[in-house]
């Protein structure tokens, strides 16, 4: 059964798990974010069959956050162009699932080194971005129906019942909207790229140490600080 975390209480877990482990271990590291060696491609099943293919239109393509040894990924100043140092990279995909309010939720986020809304100086942009869409089927199962998909908007959800597909997989875009030009993900028509895979329990313990503990800003969507209530959020 899920454990539901009020929002209220989301400072007291986070004090809890900055006192019970350190954001890195003592060869943990933050190195060049096209340094960080991401993990395989190791999901199956109903994980593999609604990865999302991701078309980026604007800004940088996702990086690998962190590597098996915990280090993490310093992330690019939001200068220069939009894509500056991080238009290339195989990427990684980070995949959680739970049963929550009686649908089946998987969860994929993606990690950006920076995010930035124009060229140049005077952007809005920050080091550090994550963006995730939640997919919400009747069961945990390659054949089960899609009732919805769930995307990440600057801190919101929006949600689409007849979202474009391809086969099983979702056809998802990384774009800056026209207003208030914040980069979000959306439902798109047009088929991007997949990449590596990899789910919670997959990863390292150090790896979901430094998830777990670094300051990623509005940090990562599905680490225990934020998971349920992401989850809350976009199950509305």
Not at 109 to 120: L, R, S
Request: net charge positive; hydrophobic share 35%.
């Amino acid at each position: 059964m899920p454990v539901h975390i009020d929002p209220n209480r989301r400072t007291v877990l986070a004090g809890l798990l900055s006192l019970c482990v350190p954001w890195r271990s003592a060869h943990a590291r933050a190195i060049d974010h096209d340094d960080v060696k991401g993990f395989p491609d190791s999901t199956s099943g109903y994980l593999k069959a609604f990865q999302p293919y991701l078309k980026v239109f604007t800004g940088c393509v996702p990086f690998p956050a962190v590597d098996a040894e915990g280090n993490i990924g310093a992330g690019l100043k939001p200068s220069g162009a939009m894509d500056g140092h991080c238009s290339r990279s195989i990427g990684q995909v980070y995949v959680r699932s739970e049963k929550f309010r009686g649908q089946c939720a998987t969860m994929y986020a993606w990690y950006f080194p920076k995010e930035q809304n124009v060229d140049g100086a005077g952007n809005l942009g920050h080091r550090h971005g994550w963006q995730n869409i939640i997919v919400w089927t009747e069961a945990f199962d390659i054949e089960a129906r899609l009732i919805s998909i769930s995307y990440s908007s600057h801190g919101y959800y929006t949600r689409e019942k007849n979202p474009h597909m391809h086969g099983t997989h979702p056809l998802v875009g990384y774009q800056r909207n026209p207003f208030p030009l914040n980069p979000s993900v959306v439902d798109t028509k047009i088929r991007g790229g997949l990449q590596p895979a990899v789910s919670w329990s997959d990863l390292t313990p150090a790896a979901r140490q430094t998830l777990e503990t670094f300051d990623f800003g509005k940090g990562v969507p599905f680490n225990e600080y934020n998971w349920y209530f992401n989850l809350s959020k976009a199950r509305l």
